[in-house]
């Protein structure tokens, strides 16, 4: 299992074995560069876009903030002016329509702000369209008040416009990216902002103008009661949702607590304050004597407190959105930083490394090339502790050991130089040898030569005599026994001498071979030469005696007169 793993991991990266065999150096380090910093800079891209969006997104927040607080402001403009409008309308009071046109002046100024300018944060252009129809509706509103007929509808009529300008405030949160990755303490804050502050002012502002318009009526018709008892509930009711959001708005931001002083608490006893407030001087009692100018300054200074404690939570909201914007782009300078000192030492690491293989590659090289060349004691200097180090350290060791080798060679060359020149004298000598030995074999051969010849002779000899033999055997029966014996002896004599050639002649043939014992066969080849001799002519003595011995008798038988001693050898 585990070779067959092996087989098929070699086999899904041979063709990438394949291709960066095909490729030189300078083109694979370009290649594994490129591949390797791409996905490097396509992450760092992403981390930078990240860091971006998110720098984007707090400053969209700042910038939401600033135009969340022209918002707001233009919210309680626009609640100051229905609060005034109302009762102004109805009752055309020209001290009220006086500060219901301060309250409109302040909302047509904070529309030109809203509306000067394109913000960064609103991207699709909604928001801008947003505050353009609240605008347009906010000129129709001035345009024509559209008097009501009672207080109620006309109370309710202005009360469309605060309805439009109180969906901004959620709508520059979502749109600015306010609630985006907020802190608990901004989003608590931002709470009060949105929600909890213009729902209790707005509680207030109706008490007020519906407070003022009985006041200026000087009395607290049928119609209206109902109205103030649902206004009395929604003091209390408000008040008891108002405090616990408060609370926990202190308790998550100190800050709050602290720049916005004794606020909190105003804030606090501002609903019930307003509540007593009405009931004391307009639901209770029979006849109403207070003034609607000290009404409205006794709701106004509630009011107060309420502004004091958005400046407050605005100023907590903007300074934690600038404490962590700070932080954000202190953040991405570090990332930046970090990224471009990484990628920076990677690069710089990856020099190394390509400078590093080049060099060992060229040093092979030229090693290379020189033992090529024949110099087999070039070595390689490189302070590599890598494989490139062991495959160093392995090439100069075989260049030492080649090198030994060569050595030996030469030992071995001149030693064997000195053996051939030895070879060669004793070379010279076994040829001078073989040479006097061919000579002596030559002497040999003449002296055998001779040899033969007088064995021929003899032969010859023997043929007359067994010719003289045949002629004697017509004479007589015994003669011719006599010549046959001495026939049979020359044969087996002739028989002998014939071997005796043969043995001479492989004697002359192995001569070549024999040159330590060629004195000996020299001494023996005279030996036989003489002794060949003699005992041919010994033979052939003996066989001219026993032919004449046996024919003697004979011719003496036949010739009686014959002398009885033998005759004397003839020198012929």
Same mark, same amino acid.
């Given at each position: 299992?585990?070779?067959k793993e092996?087989?098929?991991?070699?086999?899904?990266?041979?063709?990438?074995?394949?291709?960066m065999?095909?490729?030189?150096?300078?083109?694979?380090?370009?290649?594994?560069s490129?591949?390797f910093?791409?996905?490097?800079?396509?992450?760092s891209?992403?981390?930078?876009?990240?860091?971006?969006?998110?720098?984007?997104?707090?400053?969209?927040?700042?910038e939401?903030l600033?135009?969340?607080?022209?918002i707001?402001?233009?919210?309680?403009?626009?609640?100051d002016?229905?609060?005034?409008?109302?009762?102004?309308?109805?009752k055309n009071?020209?001290?009220?329509?006086?500060?219901?046109?301060?309250a409109?002046?302040?909302?047509t100024?904070?529309?030109?702000?809203?509306t000067?300018?394109?913000?960064?944060?609103?991207?699709?252009?909604?928001?801008?369209?947003?505050?353009?129809?609240l605008?347009?509706?906010? @000129?129709?509103l001035?345009?024509? !008040?559209?008097?009501?007929?009672?207080f109620?509808?006309?109370f309710?009529?202005?009360?469309?416009?605060?309805?439009?300008a109180?969906a901004?405030?959620?709508?520059?949160?979502? *749109?600015?990216?306010? &609630?985006? &990755?907020?802190?608990?303490?901004?989003l608590?804050?931002?709470g009060?902002?949105?929600?909890t502050l213009p729902e209790?002012?707005?509680?207030?502002?109706?008490?007020?103008?519906y407070g003022m318009?009985?006041?200026?009526?000087?009395?607290?018709?049928?119609a209206?009661s109902e109205?103030?008892?649902?206004i009395?509930?929604?003091?209390?009711?408000?008040?008891s949702?108002?405090s616990?959001a408060?609370?926990?708005?202190?308790d998550?931001s100190?800050?709050?607590?602290?720049?916005?002083?004794?606020?909190l608490?105003?804030? !606090?006893e501002?609903?019930?304050?307003v509540?007593?407030?009405l009931?004391?001087?307009i639901i *209770?009692?029979?006849?109403?004597?207070?003034?609607w100018q000290e009404?409205?300054?006794?709701?106004?200074?509630?009011?107060?407190?309420?502004?004091?404690?958005? !400046?407050?939570?605005?100023?907590?909201?903007?300074?934690?959105?600038?404490?962590?914007?700070?932080?954000?782009v202190s953040q991405r300078r570090?990332?930046?930083?970090?990224? /471009?000192?990484?990628?920076?030492?990677?690069v710089y690491?990856?020099i190394g490394f390509?400078?590093?293989v080049?060099?060992?590659?060229?040093?092979?090289?030229?090693a290379?090339?020189k033992?090529?060349?024949?110099d087999m004691t070039?070595?390689?200097?490189?302070?590599?502790? !890598?494989?490139? &180090?062991e495959?160093t350290?392995?090439?100069?060791?075989?260049?030492?050991?080649?090198?030994d080798? /060569?050595r030996?060679?030469?030992?071995?060359?001149?030693?064997?130089? @000195?053996?051939?020149?030895?070879?060669?004298?004793?070379a010279?000598?076994?040829?001078?040898?073989?040479a006097r030995?061919?000579?002596?074999?030559?002497?040999?051969?003449?002296a055998?030569?001779?040899?033969?010849?007088?064995?021929?002779?003899?032969?010859?000899s023997?043929?007359?005599?067994?010719?003289?033999?045949?002629?004697?055997? @017509?004479d007589?029966?015994?003669?011719?026994?006599?010549?046959?014996?001495?026939?049979?002896?020359?044969?087996?004599?002739?028989?002998?001498i014939?071997g005796a050639?043969?043995?001479i002649?492989?004697?002359?043939?192995?001569?070549?071979?024999?040159?330590?014992?060629l004195?000996?066969?020299?001494?023996?080849a &005279?030996?036989?030469?003489?002794?060949?001799?003699?005992?041919?002519?010994?033979?052939?003595?003996?066989?001219?005696?026993?032919?004449?011995?046996r024919?003697?008798p004979?011719?003496?038988?036949?010739?009686?007169?014959?002398?009885t001693?033998?005759?004397?050898?003839?020198?012929a």
């Amino acid at each position: 299992m585990f070779i067959k793993e092996r087989a098929d991991v070699k086999q899904l990266i041979n063709p990438a074995v394949a291709l960066m065999n095909r490729l030189p150096m300078l083109y694979k380090f370009s290649l594994i560069s490129i591949l390797f910093l791409l996905p490097i800079g396509g992450l760092s891209w992403l981390v930078m876009t990240e860091l971006n969006r998110s720098v984007a997104t707090m400053t969209r927040g700042v910038e939401g903030l600033e135009q969340l607080h022209h918002i707001d402001r233009l919210v309680d403009a626009s609640m100051d002016y229905r609060d005034y409008r109302a009762p102004a309308v109805i009752k055309n009071e020209s001290a009220i329509k006086t500060l219901s046109d301060k309250a409109a002046s302040e909302i047509t100024s904070v529309l030109d702000t809203l509306t000067a300018q394109t913000r960064s944060f609103d991207v699709s252009g909604a928001w801008a369209d947003q505050v353009e129809g609240l605008k347009s509706d906010w @000129q129709d509103l001035r345009a024509d !008040d559209n008097y009501q007929t009672n207080f109620d509808p006309q109370f309710k009529y202005f009360q469309e416009f605060v309805q439009k300008a109180l969906a901004l405030l959620p709508a520059t949160i979502e *749109t600015s990216g306010l &609630g985006q &990755g907020a802190s608990r303490e901004n989003l608590l804050i931002l709470g009060l902002i949105r929600e909890t502050l213009p729902e209790a002012r707005s509680v207030i502002g109706q008490a007020r103008s519906y407070g003022m318009f009985a006041l200026v009526e000087g009395q607290v018709g049928y119609a209206l009661s109902e109205s103030f008892n649902e206004i009395y509930d929604g003091l209390t009711n408000r008040s008891s949702l108002l405090s616990p959001a408060l609370t926990f708005a202190a308790d998550a931001s100190p800050a709050l607590a602290s720049q916005s002083g004794n606020a909190l608490e105003k804030v !606090d006893e501002s609903l019930l304050n307003v509540r007593e407030l009405l009931d004391v001087n307009i639901i *209770t009692p029979m006849r109403l004597e207070m003034t609607w100018q000290e009404y409205d300054s006794r709701i106004s200074a509630s009011l107060a407190s309420y502004g004091e404690l958005k !400046d407050a939570a605005f100023d907590v909201i903007g300074t934690n959105l600038n404490a962590r914007l700070e932080q954000e782009v202190s953040q991405r300078r570090l990332i930046v930083v970090a990224l /471009i000192v990484v990628l920076l030492f990677v690069v710089y690491l990856y020099i190394g490394f390509f400078m590093s293989v080049r060099t060992a590659i060229n040093r092979f090289s030229e090693a290379a090339r020189k033992v090529a060349a024949g110099d087999m004691t070039t070595r390689i200097s490189l302070d590599n502790r !890598d494989e490139l &180090g062991e495959l160093t350290g392995e090439f100069n060791n075989m260049t030492d050991r080649m090198a030994d080798l /060569i050595r030996s060679v030469g030992q071995t060359t001149s030693e064997v130089d @000195q053996q051939a020149a030895r070879v060669k004298d004793t070379a010279a000598a076994n040829s001078d040898a073989v040479a006097r030995q061919m000579a002596e074999s030559g002497q040999i051969n003449e002296a055998m030569n001779q040899m033969v010849e007088a064995v021929n002779e003899v032969t010859e000899s023997a043929h007359r005599v067994a010719d003289s033999a045949t002629a004697a055997e @017509q004479d007589t029966e015994t003669g011719r026994g006599v010549v046959s014996d001495t026939v049979e002896t020359i044969n087996r004599l002739a028989t002998e001498i014939s071997g005796a050639v043969d043995v001479i002649n492989r004697v002359s043939a192995d001569s070549d071979n024999i040159s330590q014992v060629l004195v000996e066969i020299k001494a023996i080849a &005279g030996q036989t030469n003489l002794l060949a001799l003699n005992a041919a002519i010994e033979a052939a003595a003996r066989a001219n005696t026993a032919v004449v011995l046996r024919l003697l008798p004979t011719k003496y038988a036949l010739c009686p007169s014959a002398p009885t001693s033998l005759p004397k050898k003839s020198k012929a």
